[in-house]
């Protein structure tokens, strides 16, 4: 699993996406409730390198994480 957590709790995460290096996108999460972390079942993933990106109502920013 997954755990993406915002440093600013007042923050609720309302979209997550996961892409690969090539930028086909593996996982898109509407949040059903409003709240500063989502955990994410990668275990279907493959071995690599991703990037996740998340949108909140004030912004939209991406990490890169690697699943081995």
């Known amino acids: 699993?997954?755990?993406l957590q915002?440093?600013?709790q007042?923050?609720?995460i309302s979209f997550?996406?996961?892409y690969n290096s090539l930028g086909q996108q593996?996982?898109?999460k509407i949040k059903d409730t409003s709240d500063s972390q989502i955990?994410?079942?990668i275990s279907t993933l493959p071995s690599g390198l991703y990037s996740v990106r998340i949108t909140t109502s004030q912004?939209?920013?991406s990490s890169l994480f690697?699943?081995?």
Do not use: C, G, R, W
């Open 26 to 28: 593996f996982l898109a």
């Open 59 to 61: 912004k939209t920013d």
């Open 1 to 3: 699993q997954l755990k």
């Open 39 to 41: 955990y994410l079942d």
């Open 16 to 18: 997550v996406e996961i």
């Open 10 to 12: 007042s923050v609720k």
């Open 6 to 8: 915002l440093s600013n």
């Open 66 to 68: 690697i699943k081995k």
